[in-house]
């Protein structure tokens, strides 16, 4: 090779070693994203993506309001539903799904709208969502001990109950945050008052298998999501801190934010990419509102997993 065009291809490999060594992100370090939610969108609990990198936060408050933050931290729009709010997912094909906890219902609405419709109702203390490869829902009851499937058309039945599913702990919700594995072949619950995530075969035929307990010692386990490594990632909202489990059910890692970012309550998460995005419900450990209501976010290791 000639001298020059050596020199050429050094100098690309410093630039791109240097570019690359820049661009590296923090990982692990959890920072504030987007203003603080206090009088816009107090309290958020559930959390959602859409494929533009919009994130939606709903509010356990009555107004029931959804803030969404665009992926430059930006407060673009904001409505209120009128009832509490818990879980929400954001379906491409569909909308976005969210949980009101104040009329145990299913919603599904259009962000560009506003408009929702009632996709099922009854849900005794509905929580959180997941969605199979099939575009069925799986809703968590944390105050029957059991898992709702919802069909797209409404259609719904109880997929699970089980003992491990409920809870004589506080904060006195049993079967909380909702995730499958990559392959589909396990549904894995979080139980807030026990502290554990509980797992849950998939039969071939699509049904509900045994239940055991997979992870223990997650102080207030809370949302859950999966990295493509399989390990999961849960909100321990009574520690501030988010846990990660590796796939043999022990503490692989733990994070928390420090000083103004620290984490108040995490509640829920989603990943877009590796960046993990957490709402704070801001409450502290007695359940007195605290003025944090925030979605924080954090550079992961590797890429979450697809959630459908």
Same mark, same amino acid.
Request: glycine residues 12%.
């Given at each position: ?25 923090? /990982? ?15 309290? *958020? ?22 803030? /969404?933050? @665009?992926?430059? !931290?930006?407060?673009? @729009? ?5 009832? *509490?709010l818990i879980g929400m997912l954001f379906d491409a094909s569909a909308g976005l799904y969210v949980l009101d906890f104040g009329n145990a219902s299913l919603l599904l609405v259009d ?14 203390? *509905? +929580?959180?969502?997941?969605? %199979? ?7 968590? %009851? ?10 797209r058309d409404g259609t719904k039945s109880v997929w699970k109950q089980d003992p491990l599913l409920v809870t004589a702990g506080f904060p006195p919700f049993g079967a909380n945050g ?5 392959s589909g072949a396990n549904l894995y619950v979080a139980n807030t008052g026990d502290d554990t995530v509980v797992r849950i075969a998939v039969n071939g035929d699509g049904s509900a ?13 809370? !949302?859950?999501?999966?990295?493509? &490594?399989?390990?999961?990632? /849960?909100?321990?909202?009574?520690? @501030? ?6 796939? %043999?059910?022990? &503490? ?8 103004? +970012? ?11 990419? &590796? %960046?993990?995005?957490?709402? +704070?419900?801001?409450? @502290? ?24």
């Amino acid at each position: 090779m000639r001298p020059f065009i050596v020199a050429i291809a050094v100098v690309l490999a410093l630039a791109a070693s240097s570019h690359a060594y820049a661009a590296a992100p923090d /990982v692990g370090v959890i920072h504030d994203f987007g203003p603080n939610l206090t009088s816009s969108c107090p309290q *958020p609990e559930g959390i959602a993506i859409d494929p533009r990198g919009n994130v939606y936060a709903s509010s356990f408050t009555p107004a029931g309001t959804i803030c /969404v933050i @665009d992926r430059t !931290g930006a407060l673009v @729009d904001t409505f209120a539903i009128g009832s *509490p709010l818990i879980g929400m997912l954001f379906d491409a094909s569909a909308g976005l799904y969210v949980l009101d906890f104040g009329n145990a219902s299913l919603l599904l609405v259009d962000p560009r709208t506003h408009a929702r419709t009632t996709v099922a109702t009854a849900l005794g203390g *509905p +929580n959180a969502i997941a969605q %199979d490869s099939h575009g069925n829902l799986y809703v968590s %009851d944390s105050f029957g001990g059991q898992i709702w499937k919802i069909a797209r058309d409404g259609t719904k039945s109880v997929w699970k109950q089980d003992p491990l599913l409920v809870t004589a702990g506080f904060p006195p919700f049993g079967a909380n945050g909702v995730a499958f594995d990559r392959s589909g072949a396990n549904l894995y619950v979080a139980n807030t008052g026990d502290d554990t995530v509980v797992r849950i075969a998939v039969n071939g035929d699509g049904s509900a298998g045994a239940a055991t307990v997979f992870a223990t010692g997650i102080d207030g386990a809370d !949302g859950i999501a999966f990295d493509v &490594r399989g390990q999961l990632y /849960v909100c321990a909202n009574q520690a @501030d801190e988010i846990a990660v489990i590796g796939t %043999d059910g022990t &503490r692989v890692a733990t994070y928390r934010g420090t000083g103004a +970012n620290a984490l108040h309550f995490p509640a829920s998460l989603v990943f877009r990419g &590796r %960046d993990l995005y957490i709402t +704070n419900l801001a409450f @502290d450990h007695s359940f007195n509102p605290l003025p944090d209501s925030k979605v924080s976010v954090m550079s992961a290791p590797f890429p979450g997993a697809p959630l459908h």
